[in-house]
């Protein structure tokens, strides 16, 4: 089985327990919804890559999953970016209401610390490792983290003194957070040690940089049809983006220097890394 069955086959067996009909529906609908998988790949790859056992890096990469698909629920919802469409159809509150998405999104956040607290441990042999891994998730998708780069999102729409200090510190938060988060959660499960561990901190920032300035380019010049939500948004939100800060040419080459970055961070895993030097190429060139 790939990684990418293994995370898929996990998250349905997952959201088959013993969760309230409708409410599960709301869940599925989005969770098992398509999305690239981005966040629990990273983290089960970077267990492989530092010698740790995929069971137990697993219920972690579907907490990730989880975590990223409540934020994207709650961030389609009229009070936040009011958007219709996610993952290639309508968003969860258009398919089940305001209160059923809002749920639904609270159930995934919690469900997937459920998942962590109560699956994670069976398979484990550093149980004091696997809480500093689950630590991170926290940290990284909470009020350090996701959670605070959204809340300066949100409050810097049409501040016209926005700068790029305000730009870097919302990405670093609102989507660098969970991604460095999800690669130090697999090196924790894994054998990493400290030095290791730094080099996927700085794997993860780079990377993370590199993936919201692509994201950015794909709102102005991406395809809705692939890429699956609506395009064109930042600006008619008069978001703080990269392309509106530094122009699209200057955007393109920041990214490529991310993108470089990311690749270096993890010399010292060598040919070990090699499954990170195609995603941050193929990030790069993304137009999905
Ligand atoms: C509601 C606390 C809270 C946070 C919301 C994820 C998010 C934060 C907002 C969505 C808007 C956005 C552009 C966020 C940047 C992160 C990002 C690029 C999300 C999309 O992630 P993908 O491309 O989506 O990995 P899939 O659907 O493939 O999983």
Request: aromatic share 8%; proline share 3%.
């Amino acid at each position: 089985m790939t990684n990418l069955e293994r995370i898929e086959t996990a998250l349905r067996a997952y959201l088959s327990a013993n969760i309230p009909e409708p409410l599960c529906e709301a869940m599925k609908y989005s969770l098992l919804a398509g999305g690239k998988r981005l966040r629990p790949m990273l983290c089960l790859s970077a267990c492989e890559m530092t010698g740790g056992s995929q069971e137990a890096a697993l219920p972690l990469a579907c907490a990730l999953e989880m975590i990223h698909t409540y934020s994207l629920i709650h961030d389609d919802l009229p009070c936040m970016d009011n958007d219709d469409f996610r993952r290639g159809r309508p968003s969860n509150h258009k398919a089940f209401g305001e209160a059923n998405a809002l749920l639904a999104g609270d159930g995934l956040l919690t469900y997937a610390f459920e998942v962590i607290l109560s699956e994670g441990p069976k398979y484990i042999d550093n149980v004091p490792r696997y809480y500093e891994a689950a630590a991170q998730i926290a940290s990284g998708a909470g009020v350090k983290g996701m959670v605070a780069g959204q809340w300066a999102d949100l409050a810097n729409e049409n501040n016209a003194s926005a700068n790029a200090e305000m730009l870097s510190y919302i990405h670093a938060r609102k989507t660098g957070a969970l991604i460095t988060a999800a690669v130090l959660a697999g090196g924790l499960v894994g054998h990493a040690d400290a030095m290791e561990l730094a080099a996927l901190r700085d794997f993860g920032t780079h990377f993370g940089l590199l993936f919201q300035i692509t994201d950015d380019l794909l709102d102005v010049e991406g395809n809705a049809e692939k890429v699956g939500k609506t395009l064109g948004k930042d600006a008619a939100h008069a978001k703080l983006t990269y392309p509106g800060l530094y122009g699209i040419a200057e955007t393109k080459k920041m990214a490529g220097r991310e993108a470089q970055s990311a690749k270096d961070a993890l010399q010292c895993f060598g040919t070990r890394a090699a499954w990170f030097l195609k995603l941050a190429d193929q990030t790069l060139l993304r137009s999905f």
